[in-house]
């Protein structure tokens, strides 16, 4: 499977960017989709997740009411829009895919990943 992100740029506090992620290599609705992110200095942590159908999604408290993850099966696609950004919100932020799953939270639950798209939020 291969992913790839975009979507990402420099934004002010307050402002939105949504980031998209395209799969190749496999049937995408087969596949649970993740975003994660990893700011200078930090692991990387969770974001937000989706299941095979969109019918069950997951969020980090952090983003909770902010950031909404969305898929479009017919255009192998998964979506991250981002609402009202904070400067803490600055990372790059990861696709990722997995086959089978448990805890879609999990960093390590994920088979794929794709290269990044840097988020840049200015206070």
């Known amino acids: 499977v291969q992913l790839q992100a975009s979507g990402g740029g420099l934004v002010q506090a307050g402002g939105s960017l949504r980031l998209s992620c395209v799969a190749s290599?496999?049937?995408?609705?087969?596949?649970?989709m993740g975003w994660f992110r990893q700011a200078p200095g930090k692991e990387r942590e969770f974001v937000a997740a989706?299941?095979?159908?969109?019918?069950?999604?997951w969020y980090a408290d952090s983003v909770k009411g902010r950031f909404t993850i969305s898929r479009d099966n017919a255009k192998n696609t998964v979506y991250l829009q981002m609402n009202s950004l904070k400067p803490e919100d600055t990372a790059v932020y990861y696709c990722a895919a997995a086959d089978e799953i448990i805890r879609a939270t999990i960093a390590s639950e994920y088979d794929y990943w794709g290269q990044g798209t840097q988020v840049t939020v200015s206070s």
């Open positions: 290599g496999r049937t995408f609705s087969t596949l649970v």
């Open positions: 989706i299941s095979r159908s969109g019918s069950k999604t």
